[in-house]
């Protein structure tokens, strides 16, 4: 093997590594959202007040940590998979606008979800729009991989 044929074989290694972790990040926040609004805000409605509060407060808490990682690593995934195309068409760069909006309001949303001010209601209310904006994220990523690239 000559030092081309290593370098394009790290370079491959690099970009399914980076795919994947852009997937399993992906699928780990949007799957987090789901359960969240869809098991753990349905059993804590069930609580008396004061009892929800804490729980859901200690629940977005513990889910801070893992929240904040899947979000860097959603970043800087999806930075590198960008910066690695070359001859994107303009109606490539269109429909990758709109999906980095989407994007942006999980990211904000993600954040004021884990603020210990927040109330389960705002929580709730917070997983169902992260929920329809990561759905509407994945349709446009899948429309993205059959757009030719020149």
Same mark, same amino acid.
């Given at each position: 093997?000559?030092?081309?044929?290593?370098?394009?074989?790290?370079?491959?290694?690099?970009?399914?590594?980076?795919?994947?972790?852009?997937?399993?990040?992906?699928?780990?926040?949007?799957?987090?959202?789901?359960?969240?609004?869809?098991?753990?805000?349905?059993?804590?409605?069930?609580?008396?007040?004061?009892?929800?509060? &804490?729980?859901?407060?200690?629940?977005?808490?513990?889910?801070?940590?893992?929240?904040?990682?899947?979000?860097?690593?959603?970043?800087?995934?999806?930075?590198?998979?960008?910066?690695?195309? &070359?001859?994107?068409?303009?109606?490539?760069?269109?429909?990758?606008?709109?999906?980095?909006?989407?994007?942006?309001?999980?990211?904000?949303?993600?954040? =004021?979800?884990?603020?210990? &001010?927040?109330?389960?209601?705002?929580?709730?209310?917070?997983? &169902?729009?992260?929920?329809?904006?990561?759905?509407?994220?994945?349709?446009?990523?899948?429309? =993205?991989?059959?757009?030719?690239?020149?």
């Amino acid at each position: 093997m000559n030092h081309n044929e290593i370098m394009d074989a790290n370079v491959a290694v690099l970009a399914l590594s980076m795919r994947w972790l852009h997937i399993v990040s992906v699928v780990t926040l949007i799957g987090g959202f789901i359960f969240a609004r869809f098991a753990v805000a349905p059993a804590l409605a069930s609580l008396p007040e004061a009892e929800r509060k &804490t729980t859901d407060a200690r629940v977005a808490a513990g889910f801070r940590p893992l929240l904040y990682l899947v979000l860097g690593t959603v970043l800087v995934s999806g930075l590198y998979n960008y910066l690695s195309k &070359t001859n994107l068409p303009p109606r490539y760069h269109m429909i990758l606008g709109i999906k980095l909006l989407f994007v942006l309001h999980i990211f904000a949303v993600s954040i =004021l979800y884990t603020l210990p &001010t927040a109330t389960p209601a705002k929580r709730s209310r917070w997983l &169902t729009g992260m929920i329809v904006s990561g759905l509407i994220i994945i349709a446009l990523a899948d429309y =993205l991989r059959f757009i030719p690239i020149s």
